[in-house]
Every structure is written in structure tokens, then in C-alpha cells.
């Protein structure tokens, strides 16, 4: 993690893999307060420790602990520690081009009330910034933040959650099933694949999930993982069997074969009896 501008800040930044989102910035601030400015990109922040004073539209607002702040496009706002220790957040920063995940609608009630109180809201975006954390977990991303974006919607217009789902279609799971076992290796990025099967991300993940009782990504890193055990078996090596079985490195495939075997690959490898005794 880079350091910040003074002692004991912390910065982190990177643009992930994932459709929608522009960057994922992670921070801790003790002194450093923003001015004014504005950007291009919804800005999604939660904070994890102190709390940050900030105008919008020249209105004060605030974010205690458990609150989701979005800040809208094109919309002025600054922002500063509330405590004497700074402050600890996580802030995405979502496409606001048109057809994305929120259009332009959505600024003046966000505007009107960007400090939500919502634990299965915060719960999400706390889910999805685990995901992004780990390069190769990006159809898992995609699927958390599809959720997050629609509870988000839900939130700012409250006529939204009203509305009835469409039920879980298994034939579109059944669809989707067979997608990714034609790309256990190359993958399928979830956008790609709602766009094969002509179906809402949101409505895709949620017919899968109840056709199967696993999400799509668990389902897919589930195969490639027994892929892996045979390769592993075989002798090969852990980083040729991670990238042979589409994991993005050694390190990912590590880190999901140690939580479904219970063991590092490598470990797994020689877990075996050795050779038995020669002739007599």
C-alpha cells in the first residue's frame, strides 16, 4: 500500500478488470482535506473507521459509521476528517456514461439524500471490494457489484423495490451452466454472457443460484479446481497447472484451493503415499 502526505496515511488505487468501475481507491487520512472539485464518475464511499464532514450543493452532510454515501457526477464536493484520528475508507468510482449502472435520473435524488442507512447496502459493497481485491475474481465482482448497483437504485428511488422480480428461469441457468463449461479455462465475463442469453446480470446470477444452489463464479472456480487436482496428480506444477485451468496466477489458485481442499496445491501434490518398498 503507498504511503500518503503525511506520517501514518495510507493510499491505495488500482482500476480493476470489471465493467463499471473506473477505480477503487482506498485511503487512510489523518490530516489531508479535500477542496472542492468534482468528477466525471459516481462516487461510492463507506468508511470503516472516524467519520468525514463533507458539503454537497453547498448542503452539510456527514458519514457515521454503517452509512453508504454516493456522490453524483459533475456535482461539487469536498470533504474532511470529523475526528481527531482521521479516518479509514473505501470508495468506488462507478461509470456514469449512459446505459451504465446508474444514468444521470438518479444525480437529484442522490443529491437530495446521499447518506444512506442500509446494512444489506453496506454488507454488498464490502463483499465487492473483497472481490475486486483479487485479480481472477472478476466474474465475482461483476455479479456483487450488478446487486449493489440495483440496491442502490432501489434506494434512490423507493417506487423501484416495489416492483415484482421476474421468478428464477432454470432454463436460463441451464443456458448459463453450459456457457461455462464451453469456457471453464478462457472464463466469460458476466456482461458477455447476460448478452448471449439475452438476460439481465441480475436476473441471470439469482435463476442460477436457485437452479443450482451455488452462484456462477463459485460454480466455475469449483471446475476449475477439480481440474486442478487431476494436473496436480499428474506431477505438473502448481504455476503451470494455475494457468492452464484459468486461474490468473499461482497465488489465486492457491488461495481458492486452500478454502474447497483445505490444503495449498503444493501440499496437496505430495500428500500422496511415497514410492513402496523395491523387490525383494
Known amino acids: 500500500?503507498?504511503?500518503?502526505?503525511?506520517?501514518?496515511?495510507?493510499?491505495?488505487?488500482?482500476?480493476?478488470?470489471?465493467?463499471?468501475?473506473?477505480?477503487?481507491?482506498?485511503?487512510?487520512?489523518?490530516?489531508?482535506a479535500y477542496p472542492m472539485h468534482v468528477h466525471d464518475t459516481w462516487t461510492l464511499l463507506i468508511v470503516d473507521e472516524g467519520a468525514v464532514r463533507y458539503d454537497l450543493e453547498r448542503h452539510p452532510h456527514g458519514t457515521p459509521l454503517g452509512t453508504v454515501s454516493l456522490l453524483p457526477p459533475q456535482v461539487p464536493h469536498n470533504g474532511s476528517a470529523a475526528t481527531p484520528h482521521g479516518f479509514r475508507k473505501r470508495v468506488l468510482y462507478l461509470d456514469a456514461a449512459e446505459g451504465g449502472?446508474?444514468?444521470?435520473?438518479?444525480?437529484?435524488?442522490?443529491?437530495?439524500?446521499?447518506?444512506?442507512?442500509?446494512?444489506?447496502?453496506?454488507?454488498?459493497?464490502?463483499?465487492?471490494?473483497?472481490?475486486?481485491?483479487?485479480?481472477?475474481?472478476?466474474?465475482?465482482?461483476?455479479?456483487?457489484?450488478?446487486?449493489?448497483?440495483?440496491?442502490?437504485?432501489?434506494?434512490?428511488?423507493?417506487g423501484l423495490a416495489g416492483q415484482p422480480r421476474p421468478g428464477p428461469d432454470r432454463r436460463l441457468a441451464v443456458a448459463l451452466r453450459e456457457l461455462l463449461d464451453e469456457r471453464i479455462v478462457a472464463g466469460v465475463g458476466l456482461a458477455e454472457a447476460a448478452g448471449v442469453l439475452h438476460a439481465h446480470p441480475a436476473h441471470l446470477v439469482r435463476s442460477f443460484g436457485a437452479a443450482y444452489g451455488i452462484a456462477p463464479h463459485q460454480y466455475l472456480t469449483a471446475r476449475r479446481i477439480d481440474r486442478a487436482r487431476g494436473l496436480l496428480l499428474d506431477g505438473v506444477p502448481a504455476g503451470e497447472v494455475a494457468v492452464s485451468t484459468g486461474f490468473h496466477d499461482q497465488p489465486h489458485l492457491t488461495r481458492h484451493f486452500k478454502r474447497i481442499v483445505g490444503m495449498p496445491p503444493t501440499r496437496y501434490a505430495r500428500s500422496g503415499p511415497g514410492p513402496g518398498p523395491g523387490p525383494a
Do not use: Y
Open 101 to 158: 449502472l446508474l444514468d444521470t435520473s438518479f444525480i437529484g435524488p442522490a443529491v437530495d439524500n446521499p447518506d444512506l442507512t442500509d446494512p444489506l447496502l453496506r454488507r454488498r459493497i464490502g463483499q465487492l471490494h473483497a472481490a475486486l481485491a483479487h485479480p481472477g475474481d472478476e466474474l465475482e465482482a461483476a455479479a456483487r457489484l450488478t446487486f449493489v448497483a440495483e440496491r442502490l437504485r432501489e434506494r434512490l428511488r423507493p
Open 1 to 32: 500500500m503507498a504511503g500518503g502526505g503525511s506520517p501514518g496515511e495510507e493510499i491505495s488505487a488500482w482500476r480493476p478488470r470489471v465493467e463499471g468501475v473506473a477505480e477503487v481507491f482506498h485511503a487512510h487520512f489523518t490530516r489531508h
